[in-house]
Protein backbone atom coordinates (compact mmCIF):
# COMPACT_ATOMS: atom_id res chain seq x y z
CA UNK A 1 0.00 0.00 0.00
CA UNK A 2 0.78 3.61 -0.55
CA UNK A 3 2.12 5.14 3.06
CA UNK A 4 1.41 8.30 1.17
CA UNK A 5 -3.09 7.67 1.25
CA UNK A 6 -2.65 5.85 4.35
CA UNK A 7 -1.86 9.27 6.29
CA UNK A 8 -1.98 13.01 6.29
CA UNK A 9 0.20 15.71 7.73
CA UNK A 10 -0.85 18.32 10.47
CA UNK A 11 1.37 20.94 12.08
CA UNK A 12 1.82 21.28 15.58
CA UNK A 13 -0.43 23.95 15.84
CA UNK A 14 -3.30 21.57 14.53
CA UNK A 15 -2.88 19.92 18.23
CA UNK A 16 -3.44 23.00 20.43
CA UNK A 17 -3.14 22.10 24.19
CA UNK A 18 -4.97 19.13 24.10
CA UNK A 19 -2.88 16.66 25.90
CA UNK A 20 -5.26 13.24 25.20
CA UNK A 21 -6.12 12.14 22.05
CA UNK A 22 -8.40 9.59 20.15
CA UNK A 23 -6.46 9.30 17.48
CA UNK A 24 -2.69 7.92 16.92
CA UNK A 25 0.11 10.50 16.12
CA UNK A 26 3.02 9.09 13.94
CA UNK A 27 6.43 10.56 12.62
CA UNK A 28 7.00 10.94 9.31
CA UNK A 29 11.20 10.47 8.38
CA UNK A 30 11.85 11.60 4.92
CA UNK A 31 15.07 10.61 5.05
CA UNK A 32 14.01 6.89 5.02
CA UNK A 33 10.25 7.45 4.11
CA UNK A 34 8.80 5.73 6.71
CA UNK A 35 6.19 6.53 9.51
CA UNK A 36 6.73 5.37 12.84
CA UNK A 37 4.25 5.49 15.64
CA UNK A 38 4.97 8.56 18.34
CA UNK A 39 2.21 8.83 20.77
CA UNK A 40 -0.90 6.26 20.67
CA UNK A 41 -4.53 7.61 20.79
CA UNK A 42 -5.35 8.08 24.97
CA UNK A 43 -1.78 8.72 25.81
CA UNK A 44 -0.83 12.08 27.16
CA UNK A 45 1.57 14.66 25.41
CA UNK A 46 3.57 15.78 28.39
CA UNK A 47 5.17 19.05 27.75
CA UNK A 48 8.84 17.06 27.57
CA UNK A 49 7.06 14.74 24.17
CA UNK A 50 5.62 17.90 22.87
CA UNK A 51 9.01 19.61 23.20
CA UNK A 52 10.77 16.30 21.73
CA UNK A 53 7.98 16.96 18.61
CA UNK A 54 8.84 20.29 18.35
CA UNK A 55 12.42 19.38 17.74
CA UNK A 56 11.72 16.33 15.80
CA UNK A 57 9.57 18.95 13.04
CA UNK A 58 12.33 21.35 12.99
CA UNK A 59 15.17 19.01 12.05
CA UNK A 60 12.43 18.01 9.11
CA UNK A 61 10.24 15.23 10.68
CA UNK A 62 6.16 15.62 9.50
CA UNK A 63 3.13 14.77 11.98
CA UNK A 64 1.30 12.42 10.88
CA UNK A 65 -2.25 11.35 11.24
CA UNK A 66 -3.41 7.80 10.13
CA UNK A 67 -5.88 8.53 7.43
CA UNK A 68 -8.60 6.13 8.99
CA UNK A 69 -8.89 8.46 11.45
CA UNK A 70 -9.46 11.36 9.76
CA UNK A 71 -13.06 11.96 10.94
CA UNK A 72 -12.18 11.70 14.56
CA UNK A 73 -9.13 14.22 14.57
CA UNK A 74 -11.59 16.74 12.71
CA UNK A 75 -14.32 16.28 15.14
CA UNK A 76 -12.05 16.34 18.15
CA UNK A 77 -9.67 19.41 16.85
CA UNK A 78 -12.39 21.19 15.52
CA UNK A 79 -11.04 21.85 11.94
CA UNK A 80 -12.00 21.56 8.70
CA UNK A 81 -10.42 19.80 5.64
CA UNK A 82 -9.69 22.79 4.21
CA UNK A 83 -7.84 24.05 7.47
CA UNK A 84 -5.34 20.91 7.13
CA UNK A 85 -3.06 21.75 3.82
CA UNK A 86 -2.58 18.28 3.14
CA UNK A 87 -6.20 17.54 3.17
CA UNK A 88 -7.28 20.98 0.99
CA UNK A 89 -8.43 19.83 -2.41
CA UNK A 90 -5.01 20.88 -4.59
CA UNK A 91 -5.14 24.20 -6.64
CA UNK A 92 -4.14 22.76 -10.29
CA UNK A 93 -0.64 24.09 -11.16
CA UNK A 94 -0.12 25.73 -14.31
CA UNK A 95 1.98 22.91 -15.73
CA UNK A 96 -0.79 20.49 -15.19
CA UNK A 97 -3.12 22.95 -16.36
CA UNK A 98 -1.23 23.07 -19.57
CA UNK A 99 -0.57 19.68 -19.66
CA UNK A 100 -4.37 18.79 -19.69
CA UNK A 101 -5.25 21.16 -22.43
CA UNK A 102 -2.50 20.13 -24.79
CA UNK A 103 -3.71 16.31 -23.89
CA UNK A 104 -7.52 17.67 -24.95
CA UNK A 105 -6.38 19.41 -28.42
CA UNK A 106 -4.65 16.03 -28.95
CA UNK A 107 -7.40 13.99 -28.70
CA UNK A 108 -10.15 16.65 -31.02
CA UNK A 109 -7.89 16.52 -33.22
CA UNK A 110 -7.83 12.32 -33.27
CA UNK A 111 -11.23 12.05 -33.42
CA UNK A 112 -11.78 14.86 -35.98
CA UNK A 113 -14.49 14.00 -38.30
CA UNK A 114 -11.93 14.53 -41.40
CA UNK A 115 -11.05 11.25 -40.42
CA UNK A 116 -14.41 9.39 -42.00
CA UNK A 117 -13.25 5.68 -42.38
CA UNK A 118 -11.51 2.82 -40.27
CA UNK A 119 -9.21 2.78 -43.13
CA UNK A 120 -8.37 5.96 -42.96
CA UNK A 121 -7.91 6.21 -39.22
CA UNK A 122 -5.66 2.72 -39.72
CA UNK A 123 -3.52 5.23 -42.20
CA UNK A 124 -3.11 7.93 -39.36
CA UNK A 125 -1.56 5.42 -37.46
CA UNK A 126 2.69 5.63 -36.76
CA UNK A 127 5.02 3.43 -38.21
CA UNK A 128 8.79 4.32 -37.64
CA UNK A 129 9.82 1.91 -40.20
CA UNK A 130 7.93 3.30 -42.56
CA UNK A 131 7.95 6.75 -41.81
CA UNK A 132 11.68 6.41 -41.09
CA UNK A 133 12.38 5.70 -44.93
CA UNK A 134 9.63 8.22 -46.43
CA UNK A 135 12.01 10.61 -44.44
CA UNK A 136 15.46 9.58 -45.53
CA UNK A 137 13.92 9.12 -49.23
CA UNK A 138 12.20 13.04 -49.11
CA UNK A 139 14.53 14.43 -46.90
CA UNK A 140 12.03 15.83 -45.20
CA UNK A 141 11.59 14.36 -41.22
CA UNK A 142 8.65 16.66 -40.61
CA UNK A 143 6.75 13.58 -39.78
CA UNK A 144 9.13 11.78 -37.43
CA UNK A 145 10.01 15.28 -35.34
CA UNK A 146 5.51 16.22 -34.99
CA UNK A 147 5.07 12.44 -33.81
CA UNK A 148 7.53 13.20 -31.66
CA UNK A 149 6.50 16.20 -30.69
CA UNK A 150 2.93 15.38 -29.74
CA UNK A 151 4.28 13.12 -27.51
CA UNK A 152 7.00 14.91 -25.54
CA UNK A 153 4.51 17.69 -24.99
CA UNK A 154 2.05 16.18 -22.62
CA UNK A 155 4.59 14.59 -20.52
CA UNK A 156 3.86 15.07 -17.34
CA UNK A 157 5.45 17.78 -14.74
CA UNK A 158 5.25 15.79 -11.96
CA UNK A 159 7.47 13.08 -13.07
CA UNK A 160 10.70 15.13 -13.10
CA UNK A 161 12.64 18.23 -13.76
CA UNK A 162 13.31 16.74 -17.12
CA UNK A 163 10.27 15.71 -18.12
CA UNK A 164 8.82 19.35 -17.61
CA UNK A 165 11.88 21.01 -19.42
CA UNK A 166 11.63 18.30 -22.41
CA UNK A 167 7.94 19.42 -22.61
CA UNK A 168 8.03 22.92 -22.47
CA UNK A 169 11.22 23.09 -25.20
CA UNK A 170 9.34 20.25 -27.26
CA UNK A 171 6.26 23.12 -27.32
CA UNK A 172 8.71 25.82 -28.34
CA UNK A 173 11.01 24.41 -30.75
CA UNK A 174 10.25 20.70 -31.80
CA UNK A 175 8.38 21.90 -35.23
CA UNK A 176 10.83 22.91 -37.57
CA UNK A 177 12.55 19.89 -39.73
CA UNK A 178 16.23 20.98 -39.21
CA UNK A 179 19.21 19.23 -37.83
CA UNK A 180 18.89 19.44 -34.19
CA UNK A 181 15.10 18.33 -34.24
CA UNK A 182 16.29 15.51 -36.59
CA UNK A 183 18.38 14.59 -33.56
CA UNK A 184 15.98 14.75 -31.16
CA UNK A 185 13.13 12.61 -33.38
CA UNK A 186 15.67 10.20 -34.24
CA UNK A 187 17.04 9.44 -30.81
CA UNK A 188 13.42 9.55 -29.54
CA UNK A 189 12.29 6.51 -31.40
CA UNK A 190 15.44 5.03 -31.53
CA UNK A 191 15.28 4.39 -27.73
CA UNK A 192 11.52 3.48 -27.71
CA UNK A 193 12.99 0.70 -30.44
CA UNK A 194 15.31 -0.61 -28.02
CA UNK A 195 12.32 -0.45 -25.63
CA UNK A 196 13.20 2.81 -23.26
CA UNK A 197 9.59 3.99 -23.44
CA UNK A 198 9.56 5.78 -19.83
CA UNK A 199 8.77 9.52 -19.82
CA UNK A 200 12.08 10.07 -17.37
CA UNK A 201 14.07 8.25 -19.24
CA UNK A 202 13.42 10.32 -22.81
CA UNK A 203 12.68 13.50 -21.20
CA UNK A 204 16.79 13.05 -20.21
CA UNK A 205 17.46 12.06 -23.58
CA UNK A 206 15.20 14.87 -25.13
CA UNK A 207 17.09 17.40 -23.12
CA UNK A 208 20.26 15.68 -23.65
CA UNK A 209 19.75 15.86 -27.79
CA UNK A 210 19.33 19.68 -27.39
CA UNK A 211 21.84 20.61 -25.63
CA UNK A 212 25.03 18.31 -26.48
CA UNK A 213 26.42 20.20 -28.90
CA UNK A 214 26.43 23.40 -27.42
CA UNK A 215 30.21 22.84 -27.34
CA UNK A 216 30.12 23.66 -31.01
CA UNK A 217 30.28 27.00 -30.61
CA UNK A 218 33.47 27.24 -28.29
CA UNK A 219 35.46 25.47 -31.43
CA UNK A 220 37.91 27.22 -33.59
CA UNK A 221 36.26 27.28 -37.21
CA UNK A 222 38.31 24.79 -38.68
CA UNK A 223 36.56 22.24 -36.65
CA UNK A 224 33.19 23.66 -38.29
CA UNK A 225 34.65 24.02 -42.15
CA UNK A 226 35.85 20.71 -43.22
CA UNK A 227 34.74 17.03 -42.88
CA UNK A 228 35.64 15.36 -39.63
CA UNK A 229 37.51 12.67 -41.89
CA UNK A 230 40.05 15.60 -43.19
CA UNK A 231 41.01 16.94 -39.25
CA UNK A 232 44.66 17.36 -38.34
CA UNK A 233 45.24 15.78 -35.60
CA UNK A 234 45.37 19.15 -33.54
CA UNK A 235 41.87 20.13 -34.67
CA UNK A 236 40.31 16.52 -33.66
CA UNK A 237 41.84 17.23 -30.44
CA UNK A 238 40.24 20.64 -30.07
CA UNK A 239 36.79 18.98 -31.38
CA UNK A 240 36.75 16.18 -28.57
CA UNK A 241 36.10 18.83 -25.97
CA UNK A 242 32.77 19.71 -27.63
CA UNK A 243 31.02 17.66 -24.82
CA UNK A 244 32.80 19.10 -21.82
CA UNK A 245 32.44 22.01 -23.08
CA UNK A 246 28.84 21.24 -23.36
CA UNK A 247 28.96 20.63 -20.05
CA UNK A 248 30.38 23.80 -19.23
CA UNK A 249 28.05 26.29 -20.55
CA UNK A 250 25.15 24.69 -19.61
CA UNK A 251 27.17 24.98 -15.60
CA UNK A 252 27.82 28.88 -16.45
CA UNK A 253 23.78 29.29 -17.37
CA UNK A 254 23.46 27.41 -14.22
CA UNK A 255 21.01 25.38 -16.30
CA UNK A 256 20.23 22.49 -13.73
CA UNK A 257 19.88 19.24 -15.21
CA UNK A 258 19.58 15.23 -14.28
CA UNK A 259 22.75 13.68 -13.58
CA UNK A 260 21.82 11.16 -16.13
CA UNK A 261 21.08 14.00 -18.92
CA UNK A 262 24.75 15.20 -17.87
CA UNK A 263 26.52 11.59 -18.48
CA UNK A 264 24.12 11.43 -22.04
CA UNK A 265 25.56 14.63 -22.75
CA UNK A 266 29.36 13.54 -21.50
CA UNK A 267 29.22 10.02 -23.20
CA UNK A 268 27.51 10.63 -26.08
CA UNK A 269 31.11 10.19 -28.31
CA UNK A 270 31.96 6.85 -25.95
CA UNK A 271 31.37 3.60 -27.87
CA UNK A 272 30.64 -0.01 -27.17
CA UNK A 273 33.98 -1.30 -27.91
CA UNK A 274 35.92 1.33 -25.58
CA UNK A 275 37.33 3.20 -28.67
CA UNK A 276 34.95 6.43 -28.38
CA UNK A 277 35.89 9.27 -26.02
CA UNK A 278 36.58 11.00 -24.00
CA UNK A 279 36.80 8.56 -21.05
CA UNK A 280 36.94 5.37 -23.07
CA UNK A 281 34.36 3.55 -21.68
CA UNK A 282 33.22 0.29 -22.62
CA UNK A 283 30.42 -1.71 -22.79
CA UNK A 284 27.61 -1.35 -19.65
CA UNK A 285 29.88 1.10 -18.02
CA UNK A 286 28.60 3.66 -20.73
CA UNK A 287 25.03 5.25 -20.25
CA UNK A 288 22.68 3.60 -22.70
CA UNK A 289 21.19 6.51 -23.46
CA UNK A 290 24.35 8.19 -24.54
CA UNK A 291 24.90 5.53 -27.09
CA UNK A 292 21.00 5.84 -28.56
CA UNK A 293 21.97 9.84 -28.82
CA UNK A 294 25.20 8.89 -30.35
CA UNK A 295 24.09 6.81 -33.03
CA UNK A 296 21.18 9.09 -34.01
CA UNK A 297 23.93 11.98 -34.07
CA UNK A 298 26.48 9.78 -36.15
CA UNK A 299 23.86 8.33 -38.23
CA UNK A 300 22.43 11.77 -39.26
CA UNK A 301 26.09 13.58 -39.50
CA UNK A 302 27.42 10.82 -41.42
CA UNK A 303 24.84 10.54 -44.12
CA UNK A 304 24.53 14.30 -44.48
CA UNK A 305 28.57 14.23 -45.50
CA UNK A 306 29.25 15.79 -42.53
CA UNK A 307 31.77 12.94 -41.23
CA UNK A 308 33.34 11.99 -44.53
CA UNK A 309 32.34 14.80 -46.97
CA UNK A 310 30.35 12.52 -49.47
CA UNK A 311 26.84 12.33 -48.45
CA UNK A 312 25.24 9.03 -48.05
CA UNK A 313 21.85 7.27 -48.02
CA UNK A 314 20.13 6.11 -44.60
CA UNK A 315 19.41 2.66 -45.84
CA UNK A 316 23.10 2.33 -47.20
CA UNK A 317 24.58 3.07 -43.75
CA UNK A 318 22.64 1.49 -42.11
CA UNK A 319 23.19 -1.76 -44.18
CA UNK A 320 27.01 -1.14 -43.55
CA UNK A 321 26.45 -1.07 -40.05
CA UNK A 322 25.02 -4.52 -39.69
CA UNK A 323 27.54 -6.13 -42.11
CA UNK A 324 29.90 -3.92 -39.65
CA UNK A 325 31.68 -2.63 -43.19
CA UNK A 326 34.38 -0.09 -41.91
CA UNK A 327 33.36 3.33 -44.34
CA UNK A 328 36.32 5.83 -44.03
CA UNK A 329 34.82 8.17 -40.57
CA UNK A 330 32.15 5.49 -40.10
CA UNK A 331 31.22 4.35 -36.72
CA UNK A 332 29.70 1.11 -36.09
CA UNK A 333 30.04 -0.24 -32.27
CA UNK A 334 26.90 0.82 -30.54
CA UNK A 335 25.73 -1.97 -28.83
CA UNK A 336 24.13 -5.37 -29.97
CA UNK A 337 20.50 -4.09 -28.68
CA UNK A 338 20.87 -0.76 -30.85
CA UNK A 339 22.18 -2.58 -33.63
CA UNK A 340 19.39 -5.01 -33.63
CA UNK A 341 17.33 -1.81 -33.71
CA UNK A 342 18.77 -0.41 -36.85
CA UNK A 343 19.01 -3.33 -38.16
CA UNK A 344 15.21 -4.04 -38.08
CA UNK A 345 14.21 -0.26 -39.94
CA UNK A 346 15.49 -2.11 -42.94
CA UNK A 347 15.19 -4.44 -45.68
CA UNK A 348 17.84 -6.96 -46.39
CA UNK A 349 18.92 -5.23 -50.20
CA UNK A 350 22.01 -5.31 -52.01
CA UNK A 351 23.64 -2.24 -52.40
CA UNK A 352 21.92 -1.83 -55.85
CA UNK A 353 18.22 -1.48 -54.06
CA UNK A 354 19.49 1.24 -51.66
CA UNK A 355 17.15 3.38 -52.93
CA UNK A 356 13.91 0.99 -53.27
CA UNK A 357 11.10 2.29 -51.05
CA UNK A 358 11.09 0.28 -47.75
CA UNK A 359 7.55 -1.41 -46.31
Request: overall charge negative; hydrophobic content about 35%; aromatic content about 8%.
Amino acid sequence: MNNDKQYFFVDIAHLGDTQLFPFHIHIYNPANGKYNPYLFANSPLTSAKKELLAEIVSRGGKIAIPMKQKRTFLVEQEVKEEDIPDLAPQKIHSLDQRRQELIESKKKTENSPTIISEELKKEEKFHFKEQLANAAASNDFSSLINFVREEVVTFSPRISMMTTMSSLIAEAVLFEDNFTNRTVALSFLLAKGCGITDPESLGDLVCAAYFFHLGYTQLPHSCMNRPQIEYSDSTKKEWKKHPGLSLHLLRKAQIELSQRTKNIIEQHHERYDGQGFPQMKKGSHIEPLALVLGAASHILEYTSGKVSGTATTLPAFILNLKNKTYLPGMEVEFGELIEESLAHLVDTMSSSDQNKKIA
